[in-house]
Structure formats: C-alpha cells, structure tokens
C-alpha cells in the first residue's frame, strides 16, 4: 500500500484534500491522472449500466434533499454504527475495528503536581507487550497534564502518579489503538453530516448530506414511471457523492468521509405477480442460464443475474476472477427485510474488502416512501390483471391462503405477528388481482473511489530492467485495463531539435487527441519516455522518426512506431490506421 500510495502522489493520481493546511481526515483529491481514471471507471459503468442497455435509465439526482427522506428510508434512526470513545483523550474508534492487544494494564486512582494541584480521575493506560514501564508512566503524566483546568498544565510540575496497579491482559479490546487509554462501553453514533439550509441554523432546518445516492431514485420512482415509458422490470441508476462521518476512516480512500457511488436500484415484480403470470416462478440452480432475463424471473434468478453481470463488468476492466472473491451474507447478517445480499470482494493490499453489495431487497424503500409521504408508489399493470382475471374464486382463495401461510411463516421468524401478516397478505393479493403493486428491487450498489484504488491496486508492478550497461533498474508499471487507462496514447517525436518530426508529431497528436486522451512528449530518451508513460499507465506510445517522413523510402512513409506497454511489442502501422487500431482497444 505504502508503494502505492507514494505513487499516486508522486504521479498526481490522488492527494490528501487541503494538504497545505495538514490535510483532512477522510478526504482525499484526485490529480490530473486520477481524475482522468475516475472519469473513465463512471463512463464505463453508466456505459454499462444504461447506455448498452434498453431497460436500465439514469438519473441525477440532488446531495441535499427533504429531511423526511432519511426518516422513511431509517437512516435518522438507525444508520449509526457502534462507536467507543477513549477515556483518556476522548478520541473515538470503531468498536468493531480494535484489533485485540496483549500487555499490562496499568492503573492510578489520581495524581498530584508539586505546585499544590490534584485530580482524582482514574486513569487506566494499556502497555503494550515489551513496552517500558517509565514511558507507561510518562504518557500517564503527560495525559493528566493535558487533562488539567487550561493554564494550569504549564504550571505543574513533577507530577506524582497515585497509586498504581498494574494488571496482565490477553486479547483485549477495550483499550484504545493509538493511545492505549481504556475504552469506554459501545454507543451508536449516526453517520450522517448534516447541514442547515436557509438563514437559520435551527433543528427546524437541519438538512443531511445524503449518505448513499440510492434514495433519490425510490423518491423519484413514480416520475420516471410517468415520464420514461419504462415498465417493471426496469432500473433506474445513479452516480453521485455520498457523505459519511465515518468513525474511523481508514485504509487510504477505501473508508472516506465523501466519496462517491455508482447504484442501481433495478425494479421487478413480486414473486407471487409472477406465479399468477406464468404459473410458476423460475429457480435458480448451480448452472442456470442468467444470459438474458426471462419472463418468469422471480428475485432469486434476478438476484443472481446482477450478481453475473457485475461479475462480467469487473473483468471487461481487468478485475477478474484472481482478484475477486464473493461473501453471501447469513441470514443473522441480513437486514429484516432483505431475502439475499452478496458482497463483491477485492483482494486489496490490505485484506479482501468489499468492492460492491448486491442486495434484494424487497419492497421495502418504495412501501416505507408510500407510508411516509402518503403518495402511492404502485404500479397497474394491465397484463396482470388479465391473468388473475382467468382464474375463478376457488383459485383465489388457495392462492392467498397460499401467500398467507408464507407470509405468516416469515413474520414468526422475525418476530412479527401473525395476524398482520396475514391480513397483509390477503390486502397484497387482492391488489394484484387488480394489477396493482409496490415493485420489489435488487440493488447493486458500488464505490467509485473504491473501484479507483482497487484497479490501482490490480495495475501495479514492478519489473527489473536492464539498461545497455548492463545496470538493473527497478520500474513500476501500471498494468491499467486500455478501457480505464487515464491516458491511452503517448506521442513522441524521435528527437525533440527536428522541426520536421516535431511537426509530423504534433500533427499525429492533433487528429487523435479528440478521440483518445492522448500524452505529447518530446523530452529524453525514448527508453525513458516510455518508462514514464509505463509508470503512468499508459498502454499504446507511438514515435515518429525519419522513416515517418519519407526518408527511408516511400514504403514506410506515414507509418509509425506503435509500442505496446505489456508486452514492449513494437510494430510499424500507417498513421491513417491508428484509428482502427486502437479504438476497438479502449472502449
Ligand atoms: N445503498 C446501499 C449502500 O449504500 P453500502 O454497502 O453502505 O450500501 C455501497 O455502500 C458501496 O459504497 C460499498 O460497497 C462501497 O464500495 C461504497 N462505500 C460505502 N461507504 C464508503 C466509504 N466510507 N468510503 C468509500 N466507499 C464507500
């Protein structure tokens, strides 16, 4: 990582935000190069998510939005995560990200300073194993100094640490990473930043900057029913920021405070719409075939659909099998009203994290909009209505006596009653005899900075390199997928101080810099031109010589170099081929 994350610096990948007044915690800046990949990483998502396909629209949606959004979707109550605040100095921590630790803990009931000053706060201070006693009892001084009335810390002096006690502990996870101090108990504490819109900064205006970009599209569902001609199954999607007051931001741009998502909320019909539909609903085995969405696709095969073609997306970017793993969450992980949820792992440099959750989530976001804002967010639709209506009453009836017994069978195992549920149920399938219905969703929900680092993490490499002396150098290269790559082209004139080259050159950067994000180089060695375009990622270079301009005869006229960075393969193409060449490679 520490590898990495010099080279982003050092090549304007990524910076820390506000470097100049010692950076912000949880924030970072993309440079030139980086900025260049996450457009490339968005394009080639919505390119996949929206534009390739006919049943997927996009959506752009504000940061800020009603408050009453955030209390439907839960997020108010319940989107906080566990959070334990060290009793020294007040610093939280995650309460799931302390690592155990071995040692000695150490304890005093007070201290007291030569001057006449006192404290009676306990204190109790981790030693790690091996560490000395006397800087144990140093930090101790130091924290009670740093804890006394403001003014009076200057003026103790020789401060008398009261009554220690020490005591061995094993694996323990109540004293702070960083400071050691004990760890007070677990406290739920909400992860969303929030602002004030309008004049007055009073709890009546308290807005939240939106913590994933997916409720924005449950709250515009309805109008893009109404405006797009889609019908269910259909999916809207979105990029955009999302804002966190993560705990503990960590790993680099993997856990930031702002960051940005890529989601999908792509809606389908309840199970039981299809079974009235087509009899029966399709279930998925080991083998089945996810190519193309069928008609009888109940959340189950449309669950595992998503989860294929995201699988399909990451390598069409050069994530592939090698570096991906999947964890299928239990049932005691799921959310209440979740039926599946698989995450997509990347192997990073620091563990294997997740990259994307693919979640079904049933209707629960559109019903708790519906129940919130009094607005309908149903469907008609008309072809089922047409297929309830071809069965006779006794039909009914065994089909909600059906849904009933599933629904009360579902309600016991989250402990819910059972007569709503069934009262629920029979209300359900009476509407869907009309043709009527809330859509059910399955999410696949990805972070853009996340995908940025994992493909950083994927491309880099290192090779040793012979120079014609003989020395060894040590090279990085980025093994960007061509499709991502910041820069695809590098141009180079073969020598800098032939006006005829530098002419020819420029004219070649001029024709293709409109297509392809091209890189204009005329200064060292070419060895060396090429090793700067390897360590930024670049996959193609071309150069223009001598034989470019004619002088080795008409057949090489107009032709170049092309180099290619992973293989150091070089072969001579005509200029007026490069087109043809190369974009198939990068789109
Ligand atoms: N709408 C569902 C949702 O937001 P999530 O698992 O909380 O689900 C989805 O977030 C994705 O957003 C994650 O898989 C991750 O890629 C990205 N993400 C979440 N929190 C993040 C953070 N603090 N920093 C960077 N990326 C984050």
């Known amino acids: 990582?520490?590898?990495?994350?010099?080279?982003?610096?050092?090549?304007?990948?990524?910076?820390?935000?506000?470097?100049?007044?010692?950076?912000?915690?949880?924030?970072?800046?993309?440079?030139?190069?980086?900025?260049?990949?996450?457009?490339?990483?968005?394009?080639?998502?919505?390119?996949?998510?929206?534009?390739?396909?006919?049943?997927?629209?996009?959506?752009?949606?504000?940061?800020?939005?009603?408050?009453a959004i955030w209390k439907a979707s839960g997020h108010v109550d319940t989107f906080a995560d566990l959070m334990r605040e060290c009793t020294v100095s007040n610093k939280r921590v995650r309460a799931?990200?302390?690592?155990?630790?071995?040692?000695?803990?150490?304890?005093?009931?007070?201290?007291?300073?030569?001057?006449?000053?006192?404290?009676?706060?306990?204190?109790?201070?981790?030693?790690?194993?091996?560490?000395?006693?006397?800087?144990?009892?140093?930090?101790?001084?130091?924290?009670?100094?740093?804890?006394?009335?403001?003014?009076?810390?200057?003026?103790?002096?020789?401060?008398?640490?009261?009554?220690?006690t020490t005591e061995p502990v094993e694996n323990s996870v109540d004293f702070h990473p960083e400071t050691g101090g004990a760890l007070r108990e677990a406290v739920p504490f909400n992860l969303m930043l929030r602002t004030f819109v309008g004049p007055t900064a009073t709890e009546d205006n308290v807005a939240y900057l939106r913590p994933?970009?997916?409720?924005?599209?449950?709250?515009?569902?309805?109008?893009?029913?109404?405006?797009?001609?889609q019908k269910v199954p259909f999916g809207i999607c979105q990029i955009g920021k999302a804002f966190r007051n993560e705990v503990t931001p960590r790993n680099y741009t993997f856990r930031s405070r702002e960051f940005e998502q890529m989601e999908l909320e792509f809606f389908i019909l309840p199970d039981e719409a299809v079974k009235i539909m087509h009899g029966s609903v399709a279930k998925?085995?080991?083998?089945?075939?996810?190519?193309?969405?069928?008609?009888?696709?109940?959340?189950?095969?449309?669950?595992?659909?998503?989860?294929?073609?995201?699988?399909?997306?990451?390598?069409?970017?050069?994530?592939?099998?090698?570096?991906?793993?999947?964890?299928w969450q239990t049932q005691?992980?799921?959310?209440?009203?979740?039926?599946?949820?698989?995450?997509?792992?990347?192997?990073?440099?620091?563990?294997?994290?997740?990259?994307?959750?693919?979640?079904?989530?049933?209707?629960?976001?559109?019903?708790?909009?519906?129940?919130?804002?009094?607005?309908?967010?149903?469907?008609f639709d008309e072809e089922l209505r047409a297929a309830a209506n071809k069965?006779?009453?006794?039909?009914?009836?065994?089909?909600?006596?059906?849904?009933?017994?599933?629904?009360?069978?579902?309600?016991?195992?989250?402990?819910?009653?059972e007569a709503e549920a069934r009262a629920a149920a029979k209300e359900f399938c009476e509407k869907l005899f009309k043709g009527q219905y809330v859509p059910h969703v399955i999410e696949p929900s990805a972070g853009l900075d996340r995908l940025a680092l994992a493909v950083l993490a994927a491309a880099y490499h290192e090779e040793d390199k012979t120079d014609v002396n003989g020395k060894v150098e040590r090279r990085t290269v980025l093994r960007f997928h061509p499709r991502v790559a910041p820069v695809k082209l590098g141009v180079f004139p073969l020598l800098k101080n032939k006006p005829d080259l530098v002419a020819k050159a420029r004219e070649v950067y001029e024709s293709l810099k409109r297509y392809l994000n091209c890189f204009y180089d005329e200064t060292g060695a070419i060895g060396r031109r090429y090793a700067r375009q390897d360590e930024a990622g670049t996959p193609f270079c071309v150069t223009i010589d001598f034989e470019t301009l004619g002088e080795k005869g008409d057949e090489l006229k107009d032709t170049v170099t092309l180099r290619y960075r992973d293989d150091g393969r070089q072969e001579r193409v005509k200029i007026s081929e490069l087109p043809g060449k190369l974009f198939p490679l990068v789109q």
């Open 1 to 67: 990582m520490e590898k990495i994350v010099s080279l982003c610096k050092r090549r304007g990948i990524i910076f820390q935000s506000s470097e100049i007044y010692g950076g912000i915690n949880g924030f970072w800046d993309y440079g030139p190069l980086g900025a260049e990949l996450k457009r490339n990483l968005r394009e080639t998502w919505w390119r996949a998510m929206t534009r390739d396909r006919e049943d997927v629209v996009g959506l752009d949606a504000t940061i800020i939005m009603h408050p």
């Open 96 to 164: 799931d990200h302390v690592e155990p630790q071995t040692g000695t803990a150490f304890r005093w009931t007070g201290a007291t300073g030569s001057n006449g000053w006192k404290s009676e706060k306990p204190m109790s201070l981790l030693g790690k194993k091996g560490e000395h006693v006397d800087s144990i009892r140093k930090a101790a001084r130091q924290h009670y100094a740093a804890g006394a009335a403001p003014g009076a810390a200057g003026k103790i002096e020789e401060i008398q640490l009261l009554e220690e």
């Open 212 to 229: 994933e970009t997916a409720q924005a599209i449950f709250a515009q569902f309805k109008n893009v029913v109404d405006s797009s001609r």
């Open 284 to 327: 998925w085995s080991e083998g089945a075939d996810l190519s193309k969405p069928q008609p009888n696709w109940g959340w189950e095969m449309w669950h595992r659909y998503w989860v294929a073609q995201r699988t399909a997306y990451y390598a069409g970017i050069g994530l592939g099998a090698d570096v991906l793993a999947y964890h």
């Open 332 to 379: 005691e992980e799921l959310a209440h009203y979740a039926r599946a949820c698989v995450d997509i792992l990347f192997k990073f440099p620091f563990g294997t994290e997740e990259l994307e959750g693919i979640a079904a989530r049933g209707n629960f976001d559109l019903s708790q909009h519906q129940q919130h804002s009094g607005k309908t967010q149903e469907v």
């Open 391 to 417: 069965m006779d009453d006794a039909a009914k009836t065994a089909f909600i006596a059906e849904v009933s017994d599933e629904w009360a069978a579902r309600a016991l195992l989250n402990q819910k009653p």
